[in-house]
């Protein structure tokens, strides 16, 4: 299984921006769709973005178009998340999630090979 270690995460004021990063354990993490999601207290967990196992696709969940952004470096095995204009709602702890086969194009709840251990964003009014 690859190991994920998220980082990134902090208190920021609404209206600002943090990046999350992904680091994989190995460069076969390059052959997978890579995405995040999020759980808020209360909340189940909740898809976020996903990009494709080559970085040609992007998708994200409504509530974060336009605001998020998903990209990754292959030279780098780490995946990020680009976030903007925060807003209170967006407050969760944010899951690196690996797809569990090889090529995809996006992820899906039941689709997920390896998760990471999440770290906390806490957006202030």
């Known amino acids: 299984q690859v190991q994920l270690v998220e980082s990134g995460g902090g208190l920021v004021q609404a209206g600002g921006s943090l990046r999350l990063s992904c680091a994989a354990s190995e460069r076969t993490f390059s052959w997978y769709a890579m995405g995040w999601f999020r759980q808020a207290p209360g909340k189940e967990r909740e898809f976020v973005a996903a990009i494709s196992w080559s970085g040609s696709n992007t998708y994200y969940a409504d509530y974060v178009k336009g605001r998020f952004t998903i990209s990754r470096d292959y030279a780098k095995n780490t995946v990020y998340l680009q976030m903007n204009s925060l807003k209170p709602e967006d407050t969760a702890v944010y899951y690196c999630?690996?797809?569990?086969?090889?090529?995809?194009?996006?992820?899906?709840?039941?689709?997920?090979?390896?998760w990471g251990q999440g770290t906390q964003v806490n957006v202030s009014s």
């Open positions: 999630a690996a797809g569990s086969a090889p090529y995809g194009q996006n992820l899906n709840s039941g689709s997920i090979g390896s």
